[in-house]
């Protein structure tokens, strides 16, 4: 499988990709600027949804647009309707013929969608709605396969500002992640042929836990199992999705063959798509360095998807301020209202990336990888007084 991973030159190739940037004069030109990023770090979705469902194809992509000055503006929901924000992903227009997931929408979920329609109505290509602080498309169904077949966890957005009056005013590039590298296969699946890794899971969720699940297939795990990721309040008495898969396997790990160096990538993708691809990777931080063991993820007390890393855990700088209160990273605004991943890049991605793709934004708007440092991105002139590092709450 191709992961993409090219080189500066192709980078460059793909820059060209977009046409003529309007107003070209270099890193930090042109009136606008759009700085995008996909909130996670990595959708993981299933491919075949006949037996069970755990996630469906859903990605969200949000985007902070800058009126540059010498006092930067945030363009959003307040003065949005001057903008429209097109969002697709060339090469990759439709996802019907790559998954099952249309087959099974009404029997999972009780909806029946059109055709590369997604639970929130988006496709594959569509606008950014104007939010607070930034602009956003949900739920956009796509998958990691492309329209020539080839399987890609890295998929490259392309996304367009235009001014009423005015046309195109900016653009960007940015990585749409998606995998549906599971591996429940290496401990699940009969060796007899015939025998279903799904089926076998759903065999011994019944013998275990005296459901009745093969037999009432397709499943929607989050119907009895609560599922913030999904909006599943789930059953009560039940334990949550993320407390029963983290908490029943946090002692079967060891089953795993040694190849799998880090074991969350047995079901969180994975060993290819490597959805940690941060700068942390790169200084020798894996999973459980910030999240803890399978049994703290799997903790009862937790509310998963909720109660998460925060980077105010392990950084101090004085003068620094990380998150606001009670918000997650991809939620959060700092530096005059703008959206922390707009520097920063998604979690799991945090830059300068260990992929090429993952860096080509920051090299696109200000000439090279890593954080948004580069003051002339949004200010027409640096400024006098120094850079703030300090949230907005
Ligand atoms: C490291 C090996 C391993 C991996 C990887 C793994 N499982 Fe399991 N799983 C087990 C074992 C062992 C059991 C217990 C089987 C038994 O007692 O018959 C089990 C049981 C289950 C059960 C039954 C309920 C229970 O009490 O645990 C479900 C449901 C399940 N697994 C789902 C999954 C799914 C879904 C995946 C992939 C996302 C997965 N497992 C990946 C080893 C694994
Ligand atoms: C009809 C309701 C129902 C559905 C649907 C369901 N489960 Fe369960 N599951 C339960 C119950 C009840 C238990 C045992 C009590 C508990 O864990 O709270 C359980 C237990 C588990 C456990 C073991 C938890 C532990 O702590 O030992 C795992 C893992 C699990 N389910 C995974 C799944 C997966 C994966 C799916 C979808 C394929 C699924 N469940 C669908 C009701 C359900
Ligand atoms: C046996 C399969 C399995 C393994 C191994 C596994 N996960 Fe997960 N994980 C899942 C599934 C399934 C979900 C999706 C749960 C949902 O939709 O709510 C998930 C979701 C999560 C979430 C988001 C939900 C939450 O609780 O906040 C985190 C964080 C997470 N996993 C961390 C880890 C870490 C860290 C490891 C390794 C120590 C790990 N996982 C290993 C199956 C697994
Ligand atoms: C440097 C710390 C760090 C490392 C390393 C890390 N995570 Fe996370 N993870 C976070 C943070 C922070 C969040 C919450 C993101 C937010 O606030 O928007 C998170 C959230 C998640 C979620 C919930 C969905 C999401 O993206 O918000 C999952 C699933 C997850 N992590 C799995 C993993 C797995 C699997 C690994 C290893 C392959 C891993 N994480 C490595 C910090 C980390
Ligand atoms: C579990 C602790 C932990 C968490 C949580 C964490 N980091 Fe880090 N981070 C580190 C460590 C350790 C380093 C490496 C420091 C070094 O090499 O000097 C690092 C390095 C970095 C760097 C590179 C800094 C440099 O000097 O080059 C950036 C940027 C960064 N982290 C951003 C973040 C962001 C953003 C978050 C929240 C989404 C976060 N970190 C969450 C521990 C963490
Ligand atoms: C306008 C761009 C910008 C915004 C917005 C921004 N940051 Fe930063 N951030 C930076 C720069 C620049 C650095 C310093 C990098 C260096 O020292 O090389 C930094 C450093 C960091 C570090 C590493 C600190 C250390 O230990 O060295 C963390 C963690 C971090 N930011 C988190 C956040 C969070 C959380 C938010 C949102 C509340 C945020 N940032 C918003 C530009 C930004
Ligand atoms: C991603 C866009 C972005 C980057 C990069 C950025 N800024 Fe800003 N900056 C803003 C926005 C937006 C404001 C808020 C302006 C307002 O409130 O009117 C702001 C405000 C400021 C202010 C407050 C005074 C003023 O001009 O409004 C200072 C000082 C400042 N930035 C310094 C810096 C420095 C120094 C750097 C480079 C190290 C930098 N900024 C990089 C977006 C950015």
Redesign the pocket.
């Known amino acids: 499988m191709s992961l993409a991973v090219c080189g500066i030159a192709a980078a460059s190739t793909l820059m060209l990709g977009l046409g003529d940037p309007p107003e070209p004069e270099g890193p930090g030109g042109g009136q606008y600027v759009i700085l995008a990023n996909n909130d996670l770090g990595m959708h993981c979705m299933m491919r075949d949804f006949s037996h069970f469902m755990i996630l469906p194809p859903f990605n969200t992509v949000q985007a902070v647009v800058i009126k540059r000055g010498n006092d930067p503006d945030v363009i959003d929901i307040s003065e949005g309707s001057d903008f429209t924000v097109d969002f697709s992903v060339p090469g990759n227009t439709h996802s019907s013929t790559k998954s099952n997931f249309w087959e099974y929408d009404e029997a999972l979920l009780g909806v029946d969608l059109p055709p590369d329609i997604g639970l929130t109505g988006n496709g594959l290509s569509g606008q950014l709605e104007a939010m607070q602080h930034k602009w956003e498309i949900t739920g956009v169904p796509i998958t990691p396969e492309d329209d020539a077949g080839r399987v890609n966890p890295y998929q490259l957005a392309k996304l367009s500002v235009y001014k009423e009056g005015t046309g195109l005013v900016a653009q960007t590039q940015t990585v749409v992640p998606v995998s549906w590298e599971l591996s429940c296969n290496v401990c699940h699946g009969d060796p007899s042929p015939g025998m279903n890794v799904e089926v076998d899971v759903l065999r011994d969720h019944d013998r275990l836990h005296n459901t009745n699940l093969e037999a009432n297939q397709p499943v929607f795990c989050a119907a009895c199992h609560a599922d913030p990721a999904l909006g599943a309040p789930g059953q009560a008495g039940v334990s949550t999705f993320s407390s029963a898969m983290h908490g029943a396997h946090a002692d079967r790990l060891g089953d795993l063959p040694a190849s799998f160096d880090n074991q969350c990538y047995a079901c969180h993708p994975g060993r290819r798509a490597q959805c940690q691809r941060d700068?942390?990777s790169s200084?020798g931080?894996d999973c459980v360095?910030?999240h803890g063991e399978m049994s703290d993820v799997g903790a009862p007390t937790r509310t998963p998807w909720v109660d998460e890393?925060?980077?105010a855990?392990?950084?101090s700088r004085p003068g620094f301020e990380?998150?606001q209160p009670g918000k997650l990273?991809r939620e959060s605004v700092g530096h005059g209202g703008v959206s922390?991943f707009a520097c920063?890049g998604s979690?799991h991605a945090?830059?300068p990336a260990t992929t090429e793709t993952d860096n080509l934004q920051a090299i696109l708007h200000q000439g090279f990888a890593g954080?948004i440092s580069d003051c002339t991105v949004c200010h027409t002139r640096t400024p006098d007084e120094p850079f703030f590092h300090s949230r907005d709450d």
């Open positions: 700068v942390h200084r931080l360095s910030c890393p925060r980077c855990d392990c950084h990380f998150e990273f922390c920063h979690p945090i830059t954080v």
